[in-house]
């Protein structure tokens, strides 16, 4: 028998295109155009023989006669039919200024199977024909490995803060929002692994905010920023006179986050004594302050990140495997940006929206300051630019692009930011490259103990990207800005001498001249 898909629309095009696109793909389909009337053949279903629904699918934007939004129909399954999956169709674009974190976080939340972002014309876009199709298969597999489970205590929370910005609506971005929804309401230790600079922190408060301690407190910790002699006491606190310079008790981290949430930043650096007593409240949900004696109950969710390879650092004996095996129940993998160029543009829309009117500023005559920002923050960079930080490898991530569009809002000084502009930012926010300062056998045995220590990956890119980099640029340099000269030295193409001399954000001296 053909699996049977219930599609909710109110558009009666979307009906006859969504409805062909099924059927083409061999689902049976039975169509309604309200939250109301898809409910009530739900309910229906046992009553007609042979029309038990294997997937709803359904628009997140829809009403009913009663006012009852796509999202209220996914929280009624979910409680009257847990074993139904819904899909839910959003025409937003999914781009950078809309709630996109916020959808995929809520919506997985609230108990939805999956969602998908309409195509702008679903009839000829084969990806989106081919990731729906995939989506609904999944989710009748779904359902039949259901059939014999208990369905979950609704998870729906109503008001809830609204979480910390994360931009990007990447393919790799959004299953990480899912990730973020599916355990955020869960009281299960959270391990959010990523290079530095890829916004851990962030993953970290989106959870927070979705969870349900999210009106408690919620403590961050730096386990790298607080010297070690002192990082015990800053996190269980110690008693008076319990070393010299104590005078007086003091209360914790672990206690200040009682009934919260304690966010332990790169807690793979952490001391292996310290490692012991964090281990301990985890199993017993205890602390001792320092020079106390007494436990000290807790109730604390505890979330942790860390940029190193701890499988590495466990064979080692730098990090506890126990340790690691209570920290590994949940895991959120955050990608380099390397790996999602795609949300680079919405991100440096972002962070010109966020800094742009603090830096454009100019001192008027009578001394007070106006902005200088001529247009929207969409139009303060040229295509151009976008495309030149694009093409850049990022090692720091979306902190170092951050970083860059400071700098490049600072030299513009109000007005648009030009590739130049940006090249300019890039220069002073990178150091020279290690390849002038060292022998390039000192470079590579540097730059495998920084893969060593779980620091870096893709070490083979990342020298090849220091080689290519001295290469064009010297070959640049001496054939006085002719690329087409420099090309044929190198015995590349001139269209990849002007996609390398992009990527890497060299100026030629022709270019500098007319500065």
Not at 485 to 513: D, F, I, K, N, Q
Request: charged share 30%.
């Amino acid at each position: 028998m053909k699996p049977k898909v219930l599609l909710i629309e109110d558009d009666p095009n979307d009906v006859e295109i969504f409805g062909r696109i099924l059927e083409e793909e061999g689902y049976e389909v039975t169509s309604a155009d309200n939250v109301d009337q898809g409910l009530t053949l739900v309910r229906n279903e046992g009553n007609d023989e042979g029309k038990e629904f294997d997937v709803v699918l359904t628009d997140l934007d829809l009403k009913g006669p009663t006012g009852r939004e796509g999202r209220e129909l996914v929280v009624e399954l979910r409680r009257s039919k847990p074993h139904l999956p819904v899909i839910l169709m959003t025409g937003l674009p999914l781009r950078s200024g809309d709630p996109t974190a916020d959808i995929a976080i809520d919506v997985i939340q609230l108990g939805a199977f999956d969602y998908i972002s309409k195509a702008l014309d679903p009839r000829e876009d084969k990806t989106f024909r081919a990731d729906l199709a995939e989506m609904v298969d999944h989710a009748v597999a779904s359902k039949q490995l259901m059939a014999g489970l208990q369905p979950r205590p609704d998870a729906a929370t109503e008001d809830k803060p609204a979480a910390d910005k994360i931009v990007g609506n990447s393919r790799v971005m959004q299953n990480v929002y899912k990730e973020i929804g599916r355990v955020a309401a869960t009281p299960v230790t959270v391990l959010v692994r990523g290079e530095t600079g890829t916004g851990k922190e962030l993953v970290a408060r989106a959870i927070y905010s979705h969870g349900d301690r999210a009106a408690q407190p919620f403590i961050v910790v730096n386990c790298t920023a607080i010297p070690e002699n002192l990082l015990e006491s800053e996190l269980f606190g110690h008693e008076q006179g319990a070393f010299t310079g104590a005078n007086l008790r003091r209360i914790g981290r672990f206690e200040q986050a009682h009934c919260g949430t304690i966010f332990l930043d790169e807690i793979g650096d952490m001391d292996l004594k310290l490692q012991q007593k964090l281990l301990r409240v985890l199993q017993e949900q205890t602390i001792e302050r320092v020079g106390g004696k007494e436990p000290i109950r807790v109730d604390v969710r505890i979330i942790a990140a860390t940029h190193r390879n701890l499988e590495l650092a466990v064979e080692e004996n730098e990090f506890r495997q126990d340790l690691y095996f209570r920290l590994n129940v949940a895991v959120i993998s955050l990608p380099p940006l390397r790996e999602r160029k795609e949300d680079i543009r919405d991100l440096v829309e972002y962070f010109i929206e966020c800094y742009g009117s603090e830096l454009a500023l100019r001192k008027q005559a009578d001394g007070t300051f106006i902005s200088m920002i001529q247009h929207g923050p969409k139009a303060a960079i040229e295509r151009e630019a976008v495309m030149c930080l694009e093409a850049q490898s990022w090692p720091g991530n979306v902190r170092e692009l951050r970083s860059v569009v400071r700098k490049a809002l600072v030299l513009a000084n109000g007005y648009t930011i030009t590739t130049d502009t940006v090249r300019k930012a890039l220069d002073q926010a990178r150091p020279p490259s290690p390849a002038l300062q060292q022998p390039f056998a000192t470079l590579v045995g540097s730059v495998l103990a920084s893969a060593k220590n779980g620091e870096r990956e893709n070490v083979i890119a990342d020298l090849i990207e220091v080689v290519e980099r001295e290469l064009y640029g010297e070959a640049l340099r001496r054939a006085k800005g002719d690329q087409s000269r420099a090309a044929r030295w190198l015995g590349v193409s001139r269209p990849t001498m002007r996609e390398r001399l992009l990527r890497y954000g060299l100026h030629s001296v022709r270019e500098r001249s007319t500065d």
